[in-house]
């Protein structure tokens, strides 16, 4: 099983350019979730999808939006790329929303973003 | 508002020697806390957990401790490793919702 897998691993965009990024997970999970990680700010989130065909915005959601493609996938698009959006992404995913012991978020590598 | 703040952003412990990691949060809801530890270039990975019925759980080298009165948990690793060098996030949720994370303690084993 590879987990939680990210493309791309490495991006740099100018101001006011577009992406997204994406994610699939082959643990056969109903919930995903977005994350950004900032120096001295910790692990934020971003938005999240409870089960395929919902999503809902995290704590830091301006700026992007989301799209749980199917049960594997979950997208996080940038419309119109910040350099407040330099930061490290990070999808994960649980078989269910708030995953307790084991069955926790499971992450996977990372996405490092730059905007110039 | 940080709902979950780890106040030392970093920690030296000596090999064989006993690491304590400290973590304060605020909502008073929060009923389930984790902690994840997380190596360079890569995700977080779940560590151990604790829910707010019990005030100890412990795995192996690593114990967590919650004493929800002070609103405090703190994670104990003993005896501490080199390979136990990482970053360590605690994090919390409330009735099966989102988790909130703390900024993180990097964490040094010195051999």
């Known amino acids: 099983n590879a987990g939680v897998t990210q493309t791309p691993k490495f991006q740099v965009l100018k101001t006011g350019q577009s992406m997204t990024l994406q994610c699939a997970q082959d643990m056969n999970h109903n919930s995903m979730y977005w994350y950004r990680q900032d120096p001295g700010m910790g692990l934020r989130l971003i938005y999240y999808?409870?089960?395929?065909?919902?999503?809902d915005k995290g704590e830091v959601p301006n700026g992007y939006n989301v799209s749980r493609l199917n049960k594997r996938e979950f997208s996080l698009r940038l419309e119109s790329a910040a350099p407040s959006q330099t930061s490290v992404y990070f999808c994960a995913s649980s078989e269910f929303l708030g995953g307790r012991g084991k069955d926790t978020q499971y992450f996977g590598p990372g996405t490092r973003l730059t905007v110039l | 508002d940080q709902q979950v703040k780890q106040n030392s952003p970093s920690l030296s412990v000596q090999e064989g020697r006993i690491s304590i990691l400290n973590c304060d949060y605020t909502n008073s809801m929060f009923d389930y806390f984790l902690w994840y530890k997380k190596y360079p270039a890569e995700g977080p990975t779940f560590l151990i957990s604790?829910?707010?019925?019990?005030d100890k759980n412990e795995d192996g080298r690593f114990t967590v401790f919650l004493n929800k009165s002070a609103k405090h948990l703190s994670l104990h690793i003993v005896p501490s490793q080199p390979g136990d060098s990482a970053v360590y996030f605690c994090a919390a949720s409330e009735a099966g919702n989102q988790f909130y994370f703390g900024t993180g303690t990097s964490l040094t084993v010195i051999p």
């Open positions: 999808s409870a089960s395929e065909g919902t999503t």
């Open positions: 604790i829910s707010s019925i019990k």
